[in-house]
């Protein structure tokens, strides 16, 4: 590394008088004084065959003795029991799951992947101990995304696809009379999910209810993972969040289905079954 | 077999391989291998949305629900519809000449597929609202806004804003009784907006009352500023879901 490549004299002053600018010939000089040099050495140059690359990676892994970065196999069909086609059954898979989390026993501190177990990944091959990145999480049970996740969405845009068409072809959007700032109809409601705010319209100063307590609950939404310091995220350990979340869309939605179908002309009170719904989508 | 050479000659043709990248299901010499399910995920645009690979459980539908991917699948529903509505649409409502009204009864008098569209639109739009509301529970009942995922919640909360602004603009335009006098009740809400009130109601209703210059500005405001913030913070959403490690959990 440390001392300077030597340019080849003879193919500079060459380059030079072709006329070849000064940077150029240093360049393609330094290049050819290094090839001299190998050829010297007896090393070929050049892209390798095919079959000569797989030699010498086999005797860079015998030197290297089986570290450095290369990649263990993972469980051959043969140990996993004679499952068909090297494909495991779910009981197998479970299986080799449980022991690269290491709830089989004979964990290894650093890499969360026990060491008896063959299953392991390694992302980074020939590269020098000092260069691995150490990868503190454990390893999870994933799946790939294509085909396992993609086929649950599909299906699932298709349905709601479906849904919505089948319902659009039955159900027309509503189109009241030409808009008339003179004419107040009697039944007069915000959309649907305003109508918690309407609602509250109905109790609270305006500047109140449309104004401070959306505002104050936008806020505290947004809040919510700052003030929440409670690191579980199982139910059972944050059954105050849970019960706070839950109180909150309650009353929203009892708000919501108050204005929306309980409220008639004059914004009074009716039962729909009596005065009809005053509620349009 | 005949059909089986046309596939091959197909997927042998220059700009069929040009097309579809290494890894794509469509090229010739896809084989359900690890390597080639991976590939498909990372060489596809959209389908690199998501990672190569993503923790078991949650592919259970009753984790998810695929309550955000099915948002998003409705905000490119009423994209593609309301496009298809602009071309016969326009935002006048002067004295007498309310375009904006007789162009709804055009629509769904003779306009072929309008009255369809425009129902899809209508109904996709509550749709919306509304998945994105259980998104937002389904994410808070899992405390999947707890850290790394904080501010992705963040996020969240204002894409359900955007998407309520979304759906009330776009509430005007029809510019019948109905969407007059719901846009009247929310605006007068918001002129009470401590000491700038009467400055934010000018500025929304482009005047003192609801008229023509309202429907042109929430026509803009719905067709054009408020998607174009959406898209950005869609993206910031998707962008740190990966970022934060993907889908939360398992609980």
């Given at each position: 590394?440390?001392?300077?490549?030597?340019?080849?004299?003879?193919?500079?002053?060459?380059?030079?008088?072709?006329?070849?600018?000064?940077?150029?010939?240093?360049?393609?000089?330094?290049?050819?004084?290094?090839?001299?040099?190998?050829?010297?050495?007896?090393?070929?140059?050049?892209?390798?065959?095919?079959?000569?690359?797989?030699?010498?990676?086999?005797?860079?892994?015998?030197?290297?003795?089986?570290?450095?970065?290369?990649?263990?196999?993972?469980?051959?069909?043969?140990?996993?029991?004679?499952?068909?086609?090297?494909?495991?059954?779910?009981?197998?898979?479970?299986?080799?799951?449980?022991?690269?989390?290491?709830?089989?026993?004979?964990?290894?501190?650093?890499?969360?992947?026990?060491?008896?177990?063959?299953?392991?990944?390694?992302?980074?091959?020939?590269?020098?101990?000092?260069?691995?990145?150490?990868?503190?999480?454990?390893?999870?049970?994933?799946?790939?995304?294509?085909?396992?996740?993609?086929?649950?969405?599909?299906?699932?845009?298709?349905?709601?696809?479906?849904?919505?068409?089948?319902?659009?072809?039955?159900?027309?959007?509503?189109?009241?009379?030409?808009?008339?700032?003179?004419?107040?109809?009697?039944?007069?409601?915000?959309?649907?999910?305003?109508?918690?705010?309407?609602?509250?319209?109905?109790?609270?100063?305006?500047?109140?209810?449309?104004?401070?307590?959306?505002?104050?609950?936008?806020?505290?939404?947004?809040?919510?993972?700052?003030?929440?310091?409670?690191?579980?995220?199982?139910?059972?350990?944050?059954?105050?969040?849970n019960l706070a979340f839950t109180f909150f869309l309650t009353f929203w939605g009892i708000l919501v289905i108050i204005g929306s179908f309980l409220r008639g002309a004059g914004y009074e009170w009716v039962w729909p079954w009596v005065q009809g719904l005053g509620f349009t989508l | 077999m005949a059909n089986k050479d046309l596939k091959t000659t197909v997927q042998d043709n220059v700009i069929w391989r040009s097309i579809f990248r290494p890894g794509s299901i469509y090229r010739k010499g896809y084989r359900d291998t690890s390597r080639d399910r991976a590939l498909a995920s990372m060489n596809n645009v959209l389908y690199h949305l998501h990672p190569v690979k993503v923790k078991r459980?949650?592919?259970?539908?009753?984790?998810?629900?695929?309550?955000?991917?099915?948002?998003?699948?409705?905000?490119?529903?009423?994209?593609?519809?309301?496009?298809?509505?602009?071309?016969?649409?326009?935002?006048?409502?002067?004295?007498?000449?309310?375009?904006?009204?007789?162009?709804?009864?055009?629509?769904?008098?003779?306009?072929?597929?309008?009255?369809?569209?425009?129902?899809?639109h209508r109904w996709g739009a509550h749709a919306m609202v509304f998945t994105v509301f259980l998104h937002m529970a389904r994410v808070f009942y899992h405390g999947a806004y707890k850290p790394p995922r904080e501010f992705n919640w963040v996020v969240g909360v204002i894409l359900l804003l955007l998407t309520l602004l979304l759906s009330f603009t776009g509430y005007l335009l029809p510019w019948d009784q109905l969407a007059l006098w719901a846009v009247t009740v929310g605006t007068n809400m918001m002129g009470y907006t401590p000491v700038f009130g009467d400055q934010v109601q000018f500025v929304l209703l482009g005047g003192l009352e609801i008229g023509p210059s309202t429907l042109l500005r929430w026509y803009v405001l719905h067709v054009l500023f408020i998607p174009f913030v959406t898209v950005i913070f869609l993206a910031v959403h998707f962008w740190r879901i990966r970022k934060d490690g993907g889908i939360s959990g398992p609980l």
């Open positions: 590394m440390s001392d300077e490549v030597q340019i080849d004299q003879e193919v500079f002053d060459r380059l030079v008088a072709e006329g070849k600018s000064e940077r150029i010939a240093r360049a393609k000089a330094k290049a050819a004084s290094v090839r001299k040099a190998r050829a010297a050495e007896g090393v070929a140059l050049g892209p390798r065959p095919a079959e000569q690359a797989a030699t010498a990676l086999e005797e860079f892994r015998s030197s290297q003795g089986g570290g450095g970065g290369v990649a263990t196999k993972t469980a051959a069909p043969a140990d996993a029991g004679g499952a068909a086609g090297g494909r495991l059954t779910p009981d197998q898979r479970a299986a080799r799951v449980a022991a690269s989390l290491g709830n089989g026993g004979g964990e290894s501190a650093s890499m969360g992947v026990p060491a008896a177990s063959d299953h392991t990944h390694r992302l980074l091959a020939l590269v020098p101990p000092a260069g691995i990145q150490q990868v503190q999480s454990k390893q999870m049970d994933k799946v790939y995304t294509w085909p396992h996740l993609l086929l649950v969405e599909f299906v699932a845009l298709l349905a709601v696809g479906s849904l919505l068409l089948v319902m659009s072809f039955f159900l027309d959007a509503p189109l009241g009379s030409l808009a008339n700032p003179n004419e107040v109809p009697a039944i007069n409601k915000a959309p649907w999910y305003f109508m918690g705010l309407q609602e509250l319209l109905r109790y609270f100063h305006p500047m109140v209810a449309g104004v401070t307590l959306p505002g104050v609950a936008l806020v505290l939404l947004m809040a919510a993972p700052y003030v929440d310091k409670n690191p579980s995220a199982r139910p059972e350990n944050r059954k105050v969040a | 459980h949650g592919l259970k539908l009753t984790y998810t629900y695929c309550l955000g991917g099915l948002s998003f699948f409705l905000f490119i529903l009423l994209t593609v519809t309301g496009i298809f509505l602009m071309f016969f649409y326009t935002p006048a409502a002067g004295a007498g000449t309310e375009l904006a009204y007789l162009n709804m009864r055009e629509l769904s008098a003779s306009v072929t597929f309008g009255q369809l569209v425009r129902n899809l």
